[in-house]
């Protein structure tokens, strides 16, 4: 019996396929799937699951799949697309069953091995999903970088950018960051930095939240400014986690989870994340997924066909990913 699990984003796509021991039998790595908007959304999407797909079932040698998952960033699982998606995965290959999951739930799977716990994903956006003990399940945060997404890289990016030029015009304090982002785009002058910002409506958000990079340098050299936008990010993303627990577990605590590129910029906000959320959870334990989402999306598989993640499935697929580029 044969299990599909799919993680596709704004990078990449990334497609597992392995038996119910465990056995990894082929992966594949595609574009991005990420927001199916207009004709060239739908096309990329058919491509990078094309690809992923093909790629990662090239062994299977004629055997038939019995359920695929698909973890997709932007696409809802009870949205219009829906549909869509499972009739483009079934033009690629066949399976007894193929469901579709938004992508922070496949993270929630990966971290927890399908059981009761809070994941924070903290990436160019930020949101949380918990799902407690009664199979309660709540979503907090995802409302996007025009609403919100605060303590997510686009947010550190543009913190980054605003205490640079308020710093340059004397309503800030003295920061490195100014230097360093005039570096990163080859900017001489301020001035020229903020066309640059501006240019062709704006900055891709992905490039401006890719400047958290430069906060986390800087704030390792010792700059407050940087410093400080690290441990507001970590204090925001703590709020994610905190009305995730209130909603679940009021009475008790369940495990929390960090994942997402944020939590990779340094101890500030780390710190901060985990200081608030001990506050008013000191029993709460704050981990790393051990597992990366497109095997949350394998282990939903396996759970709608009612069969087991033991420790010998688990143990057989760590091996099989141990060398697969399954979490870039």
């Known amino acids: 019996m044969y299990f599909l699990g799919l993680d596709g984003g704004a990078s990449s ?14 992966f594949g790595r595609a574009g991005p799937s990420n927001h199916l908007h207009g004709e060239e959304g739908v096309a990329r999407l058919k491509r990078a699951l094309r690809g992923s797909i093909n790629e990662a079932t090239e062994e299977l040698n004629g055997n038939s799949l019995d359920t695929i998952c698909l973890g997709l960033t932007g696409v809802d699982s009870t949205g219009p697309n829906r549909e869509l998606v499972i009739n483009i995965v079934k ?33 160019t956006g930020a949101n949380a999903y918990g799902k407690g003990r009664e199979g309660n399940e709540v979503n907090v945060g995802g409302w996007g970088y025009i609403i919100d997404d605060k303590g997510a890289g686009y947010d550190i990016g543009r913190q980054a950018l605003r205490k640079s030029f308020r710093y340059f015009d004397g309503r800030g304090r003295k920061t ?9 785009f080859d900017c001489e002058t301020a001035q ?34 940087a410093q400080n936008i690290l441990k507001q990010a970590g204090v925001e993303l703590s709020q994610l986690a905190l009305t995730a627990l209130r909603e679940l577990c009021p009475e008790e605590s369940l495990p929390v989870y960090t994942a997402g590129g944020v939590f990779n910029a340094g101890h500030w906000l780390r710190d901060s994340f985990r200081k608030r959320v001990s506050e008013e959870f000191p029993a709460v334990n ?10 949350g999306a394998l282990f939903l598989a396996m759970e709608l066909s009612e069969e087991d993640t033991s420790e010998a499935f688990l143990n057989s697929l760590r091996k099989g990913i141990k060398d697969l580029p399954v979490s870039t």
Not at 99 to 123: C, R, T
Not at 177 to 183: M, N, Q, R
Not at 200 to 223: C, F, M, N, Y
């Open 13 to 26: 796509t990334k497609c597992l396929v392995a038996d119910e021991k465990g056995e990894v039998v082929g």
């Open 91 to 123: 033009n690629i290959i066949q399976a007894k069953n193929v469901i579709l999951e938004e992508d922070i739930k496949i993270a929630l799977a990966a971290a927890s091995i399908n059981q009761p716990g809070i994941v924070v994903y903290g990436g």
């Open 176 to 184: 490195s960051l100014l230097k360093k982002i005039k570096a990163h």
């Open 192 to 225: 020229e930095l903020k066309r640059t910002v501006y240019r062709d409506d704006g900055l891709p958000r992905q490039e401006i939240a890719s400047l958290s990079t430069i906060v986390k340098k800087e704030a390792d050299q010792g700059d407050p400014a």
């Open 286 to 295: 704050i981990m790393k997924p051990e597992f990366p989402p497109v095997c």
